[in-house]
């Protein structure tokens, strides 16, 4: 079964310092990986994916990812925060046959002004 | 283009009583999913449905919950009877081609259970 574990569960910032955000999952065959995030008051929406090719993909918003293969992970970074940052970040999966997606439980990110 | 809608917005019961939620995804999306989350957690998947018809369904308390997909667009949840437990924000999210590409997702059902 696949899984998605997030490390950092609440991580607090001040506005222009860096931010990485851990994601780790268990599977063992190919794998799909997205970021998404859930702003306040806002619904879940996709910041980047990662299919195949090039493992260091850039999202929206100054986000990227890069995908370890050999670690099983999937961090979040962004150079410089934002207090527009400030959102909940979740880590998903989806692989095998049914691609059905899985997410990990979230870091709640809050950048100070 | 519009999104996927959800309705109710909130919704207050009292354990024992019964609830539905309705979604409509984006036209086109063949692909629905209904996720539950629980406070401080990630999204679990209850049920996608592909079409009307259900491609897993296994995480769904199948004793209490009930979804239906009539003629492959819109969807509702039902759960009879809640329990305490199921307090929860309850996401609709849908997508043309499964979990091959992003989900839409809509604003949630948040339901408390009293």
């Known amino acids: 079964a696949q899984s998605v574990s997030q490390h950092n569960h609440h991580v607090i910032l001040s506005e222009a310092a860096s931010l990485e955000l851990g994601c780790n999952y268990s599977?063992?065959?190919?794998?799909?990986l997205f970021w998404y995030v859930q702003y306040p008051g806002q619904h879940l929406q996709l910041l980047l994916k990662?299919?195949?090719?090039?493992?260091l993909v850039k999202g929206i918003k100054g986000f990227e990812a890069e995908f370890i293969k050999s670690k099983f992970s999937f961090n979040l970074r962004k150079p410089s925060v934002q207090w527009s940052d400030t959102a909940e970040y979740f880590c998903a999966l989806s692989s095998g046959g049914s691609y059905i997606p899985t997410f990990g439980r979230g870091t709640s990110l809050i950048v100070h002004p | 283009e519009a999104g996927v809608a959800q309705s109710p917005r909130y919704k207050i019961i009292e354990k024992r009583q019964s609830v539905a939620f309705w979604c409509n995804p984006i036209s086109g999306h063949a692909t629905l999913y209904w996720y539950q989350q629980i406070l401080g957690q990630g999204p679990k998947l209850l049920i996608q449905?592909?079409?009307?018809?259900?491609?897993?369904d296994s995480q769904l308390p199948k004793d209490r919950f009930s979804a239906e997909r009539l003629k492959g667009v819109d969807s509702t949840l039902k759960i009879q009877p809640a329990k305490l437990e199921d307090s929860a924000v309850y996401l609709c999210?849908?997508?043309?081609?499964?979990?091959?590409?992003?989900?839409?997702f809509g604003s949630g059902t948040q339901l408390s259970v009293l």
């Open positions: 449905f592909q079409n009307n018809g259900v491609v897993d």
């Open positions: 999210a849908s997508s043309p081609y499964g979990g091959l590409e992003k989900l839409f």
């Open positions: 599977y063992g065959g190919t794998v799909n």
């Open positions: 990662y299919f195949s090719g090039d493992p």
